[in-house]
């Protein structure tokens, strides 16, 4: 791939790795790393494409699997200091009726699925050749996560009200 | 609710103040990186930069796999008989093209991908592919039976592009009680492509458990593993051949073949196959045979065989014998990586009825179960498989013990390390008095959605008493689960007994959701409990539910 079609993919698609990643590590910078790696990886990728949204398609699958690689390196490592709480609670504060700290407190698994169904817009079908998972379990997917933001969102309105 | 514009408001949240280089500095480093990976790869071999070609359906459809007794040699070994040589080449094989009476078969189980028309003559192997991008974990579970004796389960296949695993399993009809030295003999063969790494044995009652690893030092268009006696470099057993090819959407990929060598013996059996499919393996058809040998399917195992797939059951109705009644596992959400927790309907009150252990690998499993309120059962153990590693569990029938004198295995479950769940472990050393535990001592705490383990050490061997834990949810729902921390295993490092209790709650409780946590009816002092970073107390209440990974909220002890 030559350098200017790098530059044109970048334009087309870096925002869209990015947020991927960053939705699934929580963490823009490692978000920004991954995005490297994958732009590196399709820079040096030797197969072809048949269209743009074929490599967009790539494009995710890779950050996708970038980015559980990454979150596999972190797990059981998840310590929260203490200082890092207030930065938390202030968080806490912006987020629109808990829904932000509910998406967030999903599976990763759950949250991909989701973010690719309603944010990036892709079917079942596409999903699950991403993710190399039935058609069954990306609906599986989907479910668990709804009713698993809608658990945690009543708690919250619960506890808003005193209940 | 409107999802994307949540996802949407979330991503910019998170984004917060964070500003990323321009699109000109990150298409530079992107180039930079480029440049010096490349010089540096002239000696490396890096999976993600291998050569691929695009898809090439004559590989597939030209390739000559033959099935042939396989490993059958090995009710053999036993006699001590010796495979024949090059029974591959001689029919066919894969270098020379094969022969054109010859076909594989073939088609993807989850796209409409290529699919050859001709049925072969021989039968056929399946064919496992990974790509290079992902971890290339592939769950195989294809067996071969061979007569009445002996069957071969191949497992799992992974390939990352450099180290190729593979586990099967030599499944004997009757309990082993021959030599089974030469079994430990075979290993996979040191070419040019490539050296075995190591193997690994695990032995059950009738079953021999394998996994061997292999590294590849040079990847051309097709390499070729195989497996036969250590000691005897020309012998040959079964193999793996990798080839470059490509998916239906011109992904890049490695295709591998895993197929079998016969004996010399022309009497022997050829097998017909019909493969259980998981995702990305590909579906074998099944084919006629030249031989009387019939297809030894699940209906006539002794044991039937529970198929997990990304932690969830796959099977929707599985009725297992308990004792003189039956027991059913609902389907569902069964293992994350670490816990294993079935639900079971039927003639079950408590766990002493069912055991389980590991057929490959001696592991210290801690199990326990509670009874629900609504009739149902779970069982749960800790099963603490490696990431990356693969276990064979068998559940137990324990009332056995009283009319056969050994348990009877009633279920196989197949497990592996691979965890899909975020966890909190936090050292604690906490005197355990207090809370009735005179001699204990709680070391770890390890939080995760669907279990609380709890480590503890001894300076004696002494067995606690039942441990009754009950917690409160945000929602105000009472859960509670008893257990004992028991005796333990005995660590001559440390001089002291390790026990581990494990919490498991019911199918729809989610511990890191809880309120309240007592222990034999104390609650605990939160602040002298958990971690902080189990819990946390805001320093004003707002209310408001705090990130469910971070915050476990712990009542004050009574005093």
């Known amino acids: 791939m030559s350098g200017l079609d790098l530059d044109r993919y970048i334009e087309l698609y870096r925002r869209t790795v990015t947020d991927t990643a960053l939705f699934i590590v929580k963490n823009p910078a490692d978000a920004e790393d991954i995005a490297q790696d994958v732009f590196l990886k399709l820079f040096t990728y030797q197969g072809n494409f048949n269209s743009d949204e074929h490599i967009k398609a790539w494009l995710i699958r890779c950050t996708i699997n970038h980015s559980f690689n990454h979150l596999k390196s972190h797990w059981n490592k998840n310590y929260v200091s203490i200082d890092s709480l207030g930065e938390m609670q202030d968080k806490k504060t912006n987020d629109d009726n808990g829904i932000r700290t509910a998406l967030m407190s999903l599976n990763p698994k759950l949250r991909t699925t989701l973010y690719l169904y309603y944010y990036e817009g892709y079917g079942v079908a596409e999903i699950a050749g991403m993710l190399r998972i039935s058609a069954a379990a990306v609906k599986w997917r989907l479910k668990r996560g709804r009713d698993k933001l809608r658990d945690v969102l009543d708690d919250e309105r619960s506890i808003d009200h005193g209940l | ?559």
């Open chain 2, 1 to 559: 609710m409107d999802y994307k514009k949540a996802i949407d408001n979330t991503l910019s949240d998170m984004n917060g103040s964070f500003r990323p280089m321009s699109n000109a500095e990150f298409s530079r480093k992107v180039q930079e990186r480029a440049e010096i990976m490349s010089s540096n790869e002239k000696n490396a071999l890096h999976p993600g930069i291998v050569e691929l070609s695009p898809v090439q359906p004559e590989h597939k459809s030209n390739k000559v796999f033959n099935v042939i007794a396989g490993i059958a040699g090995t009710a053999t070994v036993l006699a001590g008989a010796v495979f024949g040589l090059n029974w591959l080449n001689e029919h066919g094989g894969l270098k020379e093209g094969g022969s054109d009476e010859l076909r594989a078969g073939y088609s993807q189980n989850t796209a409409a991908a290529t699919t050859v028309e001709e049925q072969p003559e021989f039968t056929t192997i399946f064919q496992a592919y990974s790509n290079t991008d992902d971890s290339g974990y592939v769950k195989v579970d294809q067996r071969y039976g061979f007569g009445d004796d002996l069957t071969v389960h191949l497992r799992e296949y992974i390939f990352d592009g450099i180290f190729a695993k593979i586990s099967y399993e030599l499944v004997f009809k009757d309990e082993i009680t021959g030599d089974i030295s030469d079994i430990r003999q075979i290993w996979p063969k040191d070419t040019e492509s490539g050296h075995c790494e190591s193997v690994e044995y695990g032995f059950g009652k009738n079953t021999v458990s394998c996994s061997a690893s292999y590294r590849l030092e040079t990847f051309a268009d097709q390499t070729e593993v195989s497996f036969g006696y250590k000691d005897d470099p020309k012998s040959e057993l079964f193999g793996l051949t990798m080839f470059k090819s490509t998916d239906r959407i011109n992904e890049p990929m490695i295709t591998t073949a895993i197929y079998m060598t016969a004996p010399d013996n022309n009497d022997a059996p050829v097998m017909t196959e019909e493969t259980t499919v998981t995702t990305d393996v590909l579906v074998t058809s099944e084919y006629a045979t030249t031989a009387t040998a019939e297809w030894t399917d699940d209906t006539t195992y002794n044991i039937p065989q529970v198929q997990i797939t990304d932690g969830m059951l796959d099977y929707t109705d599985v009725t297992l014998a308990l004792g003189e009644g039956n027991v059913k596992i609902l389907p569902g959400k069964i293992y994350d990586g670490r816990i294993l927790k079935l639900k079971l309907a039927g003639d079950i009150d408590d766990e002493t009825h069912i055991g389980i252990r590991s057929v490959k690998n001696p592991r210290n499993i801690i199990q326990g179960g509670h009874k629900n309120d609504d009739g149902t059962f779970t069982f749960s153990a800790l099963i603490d498989v490696p990431d990356g590693e693969t276990d064979v569990f068998e559940l137990l029938d324990l009332d056995a013990l009283k009319t056969e004198g050994k348990p009877k295995a009633i279920e196989v479950i197949n497990v592996s390390g691979i965890k899909d769940y975020e966890s909190l472990t936090e050292r604690v050393g906490l005197d355990m008095t207090q809370w009735g535990m005179p001699y204990e001592t709680l070391e770890w705490l390890t939080l995760s959605p669907f279990g609380l383990e709890m480590s503890f050490t001894s300076d004696t061997n002494w067995k606690s008493p039942n441990i009754s834990v009950e917690w409160t949810t945000l929602n105000g729902t009472v859960c509670k689960s008893r257990g004992h921390s028991g005796t333990g295993n005995y660590d001559e490092s440390t001089g002291k007994y390790h026990t581990t209790l494990l919490i498991v709650p019911d199918e729809d409780t989610d511990l890191t959701q809880m309120k309240e946590f007592s222990i034999n009816g104390l609650k605990t002092k939160r602040a002298e409990f958990m971690p902080r970073s189990f819990w946390d107390i805001p320093e004003e209440d707002s209310g408001t539910m705090l990130p469910v990974e971070t915050f476990v909220q712990i009542a004050a002890p009574e005093e």
